[in-house]
């Protein structure tokens, strides 16, 4: 299994850009979360689906900020128009519903100039 | 969920056992108590988990006291590549369909 999928692995843009950041869930996985890590808030949940539908987004901090899951296999995060506030490197996890363990990828280290 | 408590570095000798304590004085009789750890620049990992009964894994075990206000997560051999921020989180239910609330963790460095 290839794990969870994401990508850019970086992205370099200038405030004002429009940034779409994706993620492919591990086959067979139910939830799908959406996480943000900066040194001054550490690592915070901006947003989780379940079964492709939004559950919680409170954690989304303004509306700049869009994610979707328009199937079990995708989902985007996409940030619009980009502030140098939101350089952060934004981690999807997925996990199966009756399982207790939440796998996480990679990461998207994203600089906004 | 509950709030946890972890003092916020650690060091311990390469080959000698890593114990790392995490409080969670408020935490309900329904609350699990997770771990997770994240080694520099890559994404958060699934260590153990446990309700009231200690448990042990490949990775580590996990020590639960009775009245259930803290645990230790042991790393019985510590290696350099033990060395990351680990962090204990006490969440409702037995299901990773529920999402994870980190906070600021325990950074261990394993020397040599």
């Known amino acids: 299994d290839a794990g969870v999928i994401q990508s850019p692995r970086h992205e370099v843009t200038e405030m004002g850009q429009e940034v779409t950041l994706r993620c492919k869930p591990i086959?067979?996985?139910?939830?799908l979360f959406w996480y943000r890590q900066t040194m001054m808030r550490g690592l915070e949940l901006l947003i989780y689906f379940n079964n492709n539908v939004p559950i919680d987004d409170s954690g989304m901090p303004e509306d700049r900020f869009s994610a979707k899951m328009p199937n079990a296999s995708f989902s985007t995060l996409k940030i619009q128009p980009s502030e140098p506030r939101d350089s952060a490197v934004y981690f999807c996890a997925s996990s199966p519903t009756s399982g207790y363990e939440q796998f996480f990828g990679p990461g998207t280290r994203l600089t906004v100039l | 969920d509950a709030k946890t408590t972890q003092p916020p570095s650690m060091d311990c000798a390469e080959g000698r056992a890593a114990n790392l304590p995490c409080n969670h004085s408020t935490i309900s009789g329904n609350e699990y108590v997770y771990w997770y750890r994240q080694i520099h620049s890559q994404g958060p990992q699934y260590i153990i988990h446990?309700?009231?009964n200690n448990e042990t894994n490949e990775m580590a075990s996990l020590i639960i006291t009775e009245d259930r206000k803290s645990s230790t997560l042991i790393l019985p051999h510590a290696t350099l590549r033990d060395t990351a921020v680990y962090y204990c989180i006490v969440r409702v239910a037995d299901n990773a369909g529920n999402m994870l609330t980190f906070g600021g963790g325990t950074r261990l460095m394993v020397k040599p």
């Open positions: 446990g309700l009231k």
């Open positions: 086959s067979g996985h139910n939830s």
